[in-house]
């Protein structure tokens, strides 16, 4: 079971904000930035940067990680 959203500061862009998302959506986005070799306030400056006027934040890192993992799905085991 998901454990309840915890709560975490980024930089981004020199200005410092909180996003909260579910555990196991931090431990696959640190894994993300761990894997391309990406700071963790780069990449959420990145997705940041991507995102529309309507899209909150924590949204567009879940959606990230969602897209990121689906295209490792389809490129099938190593």
Do not use: C
């Not at 020199?14 to 700071?39: K, M, Q, Y």
């Not at 990449?43 to 529309?52: C, M, S, V």
């Amino acid at each position: 079971m998901t454990q309840r959203p915890v709560k975490h500061s980024l930089t981004l862009r020199g200005h410092r904000t909180s996003v909260t998302l579910e555990p196991e959506f931090w431990t696959a986005f640190r894994a993300i930035a761990a894997s391309t070799d990406t700071p963790i306030n780069a990449l959420a400056a990145e997705i940041d940067a991507a995102r529309g006027p309507d899209l909150g934040l924590a949204s567009a890192i879940r959606l990230h990680v969602l897209r990121h993992y689906l295209a490792a799905a389809e490129k099938g085991p190593r």
